[in-house]
């Protein structure tokens, strides 16, 4: 077993319910020991950084320096998450203002962060960590034939330099291939989702979701994985207002990864909670 | 501070606070070295639907108008997608320094009323200041009710099959170290004052 100090993140809890149940099982059935943070806050999010980016910074930092008292990889499950942690982090460790501002604010709660924590997705954890070799041995049930595809959305091999490659990452269809799915050839793997575009302008967001699904199933895919709570919400839940409005016909079930992954391992679904998704995959659950 | 007391006659003086905020961007003085070729404007899902494109930014910025920008839906139709900052050839990070220019807007109250994205932040940023983390349930409702109730009601099915799956938690969980938050925050205002 190979221990990770784990960060669900605040859609874990209720929203993406079934991506925290399925990651940690997943993990468990890989040979990675998630322990999850105590008493972690929110991360910060895109939606905090937009009215005050110090005082968002100010809450990862809090969050690090806690990870650091445990001194093991901080794994993550979403993007947006990732991203602030990373930034966070980057600032905490650049020597500048900043840096002298958000130390000095951890001290008044007798915290402090040296800049040791690494901060990573649970997609390198497993493709980069644990590898091919020990995931294929774990393959129970070889997923012939399904078609899915490999999104990636963005936050995380974007900005460049942290993770993958920016304009078109890779780790995910490997991933897929190695538990004998067929990642697609899916061109808008990396592009936007619209994040909380969704709730405050819903009207270009739907556009951006309509041209996603439809690229996946031109691209013959039979569903999609996603790696971030957000972009599963947007592209699950408003498939019938979008079929609607650009008169295309959606009823594509949105994975999130870890579910697939399990699928494969042979776990039940009380494990991956497959059946709280919004868009019914049982008939693709039950093929295998 | 005196500076939120800036009114729309002090414009001119955003030029000076936006360099100042801008400071703890990495490289933020790549912002000099802009060629204004667009491939931000070129990169961005949403630029279409924006008053003013993401080159155009720069340009306004340079001639002092940023007041502009912020009073513009432009900053508040970026999605944070970082593909102007992965393609800028001069290395500009624009997505951070969209973050840069949101906090201003709230900061200075220079944004428009129409504008849902900051009252979405708001409610956001309020929730979590109370207990942690976000309550999904209690940031949506605060956000509906102040932009449009009759929003809320087309919300009430999707929210409905969420509840039955378990995905939807009506009541907020608060953590333990609250008092920690309000204190780090307490000492970062004052840290900034320094």
Known sequence: MKDYTYYPGCSAEASSKPYD???????????????????????GATTYMSVEEKRAMALSARNLALAEKEDRDLVTICNGCYCVLTKTHECMTAGGDLERQLAGALQAADLEYRGTVKVRHLLDVLVNDIGEDEIRSKVKKELKGLKIAPYYGCQLSRPKGRFGDPEFPTELDDLLSWLGAEPVWYPLKAKCCGGMLMTVQPGVCEEMVYKL?????????????????????????????????????????IFYFTQIIGLALGLDDSELLIGDNLISSGSIAARY | ??????????????????????????????????????????????????????????????????????????????????????????????????????????????FSRREAYPVLAKAFAKVVDRYGRNAEMEMLTRFYLSTGPLRLKDQIGLGFKMFRRGRLHLLPKAIQGRRDIEKIMARLKEEEAR
């Not at chain 2, 070295?33 to 070129?42: D, K, L, N, R, V």
């Not at chain 2, 340009?59 to 944070?80: E, H, P, Y």
């Open chain 2, 1 to 110: 501070m005196a500076q939120d007391t800036l009114v729309s006659a002090d414009v001119g003086s955003l030029n000076e606070v936006f360099l100042k905020e801008l400071a703890h961007v990495p490289e933020w003085e790549k912002i000099r070295t802009c060629i204004q070729c667009g491939t931000c404007t070129a990169s961005c899902p949403t630029s279409r639907t924006m008053d003013y494109k993401p080159r155009e930014i720069v340009g306004l910025f340079r001639a002092g108008m940023l007041d502009k920008v912020l009073r513009s839906n432009t900053v508040w139709t970026c999605a944070s997608c970082y593909y102007c900052s992965t393609r800028c050839p001069s290395g500009i990070r624009l997505s951070d320094i969209m973050y840069v220019l949101r906090s201003l807007g709230i900061k200075f109250g220079l």
């Open chain 1, 21 to 43: 149940v399925s990651a940690r099982n997943v993990a468990r059935a890989v040979g990675v020991q998630l322990i999850e943070l105590q008493d972690w806050n929110c991360c």
């Open chain 1, 213 to 253: 699904l439809s690229a996946a199933i031109d691209s013959g895919a039979e569903c999609l994985a996603t790696l971030c709570p957000l972009c599963q919400m947007n592209l699950e839940a408003y498939q019938e207002k979008i079929s609607r409005k650009f008169g295309r016909r959606f009823e594509l079930p």
